[in-house]
């Protein structure tokens, strides 16, 4: 798992330099791998829980050679050879040029670090899939991320298929495939502007899903009477009405809600989710047209003004103060403006102003207090 952003970059993601300070003070430049190459590696190995094991057992023993300090396996002639380690483990018949060093290592692994034994010579791989899910892929530099590694993410042109290609990093000098069990995933919200910057090059190599609101998820919820299926259902309507489906409201917001089985915490919860999250959300998406936000909320339906989360203010002497009593209609609009209920307000402990977003005809006593 991985979040892009504006300063994530080539290095972070597939390879880069890296500087490290030595015990003596000196500061060294290594080569480092990135989540996407270390990924892409862990799939081509393929065995999931060996290579788990694996990884673990050699950073122990890189911390053991320097006491707590990583260490870079070389050979005597300074050759790193950990991919050998993991591609030996995996199949202990193919041919590498350190065998000696590799198995030397290994046994001391199993003896040391309780390392499984080494899988059986040319053993069928039976390689488990591996997922890399990147938040917020629409927010970060594609071509600064990804590089000449746009090319291989492409379905027909992974290890293992008919178009096969590979490259050669720039830093590290290796030979580079993407292994045709790894699968990416990418998040983002549709309503995001920044969905218009997405590069050309990932949209052509990815299937666009949209995940809606499942109101069903809050299906048997009722907290003080309040029915949250049809309030998210009903919320979500209006908008959609309003502005587009892209904008409507996810059932995560009322997941906290549905998480205890208090009422009073519940509601509490309820509150602090319309007021901190939902409400200002709504005013970003119809640019604080209160108007319009209280059409969402149902307001303009209500019959007693009390049960209004939005207040409307009647300023006529006001506007003929300020324009005199020739203004115009449209002045004599402007003179009704509205605001947000307090926070101290009965309204926001009212059950009966919640039902009536989605049920105008909801009366009755506030049972629930």
């Not at 917001?253 to 549905?258: R, S």
């Not at 209280?294 to 049960?307: E, F, H, I, S």
Request: include cysteine; glycine fraction near 6%; aromatic fraction near 10%.
């Amino acid at each position: 798992f991985v979040t892009f952003h504006q300063s994530f970059g080539y290095e972070e993601f597939i390879e880069g330099l890296r500087a490290d300070t030595t015990r003596d003070g000196n500061v060294r430049y290594d080569i480092k791998s990135g989540v996407f190459k270390q990924i892409c590696e862990d799939a081509a190995f393929g065995y999931a829980g060996e290579q788990l094991a694996l990884n673990e057992a050699l950073s122990k023993f890189q911390k053991e050679l320097l006491n707590g300090e990583a260490a870079t396996l070389k050979t005597t002639s300074g050759k790193p050879f950990v991919k050998d380690i993991k591609a030996w483990y995996q199949n202990n018949g193919i041919d590498i040029h350190n065998e000696s060093y590799v198995r030397g290592i290994l046994n001391y692994l199993h003896d040391n670090y309780n390392l499984p034994v080494t899988p059986k010579k040319n053993a069928p791989a039976k390689r488990q899939n591996y997922v890399l899910i990147v938040d917020e892929i629409n927010r970060g530099n594609i071509s600064k991320i990804f590089g000449e590694l746009i090319t291989l993410i492409e379905k027909s042109k992974r290890m293992g298929e008919p178009e096969a290609l590979s490259v050669t990093l720039p830093y590290s000098g290796e030979k580079f495939s993407v292994p045709n069990n790894l699968f990416l995933v990418g998040t983002m919200n549709t309503a995001d502007r920044s969905l218009t910057a997405l590069d050309t090059a990932l949209r052509r190599r990815f299937e666009f899903k949209a995940m809606l609101p499942k109101a069903s998820i809050l299906e048997g919820h009722v907290i003080k009477g309040i029915d949250l299926k049809r309030l998210l259902q009903m919320l979500n309507e209006r908008i959609e009405a309003l502005y587009d489906s892209e904008h409507t409201l996810g059932h995560a917001f009322f997941i906290p809600v549905i998480e205890t089985e208090d009422d009073d915490v519940a509601f509490a919860r309820l509150q602090r989710v319309m007021k901190n999250k939902v409400l200002p959300l709504l005013e970003e998406y119809f640019y604080n047209d209160w108007q319009k936000i209280r059409l969402v909320l149902g307001d303009n339906q209500k019959q007693d003004p009390a049960l209004c989360f939005i207040r409307s203010i009647k300023n006529e002497g006001n506007i003929q103060r300020l324009f005199g009593t020739d203004a115009s209609d449209d002045l004599q609009e402007e003179g009704e403006r509205y605001h947000l209920a307090g926070e101290d307000d009965p309204v926001w402990n009212n059950a009966i102003a919640w039902r009536q977003i989605y049920d105008a005809g909801a009366r009755g006593a506030e049972n629930d207090e």
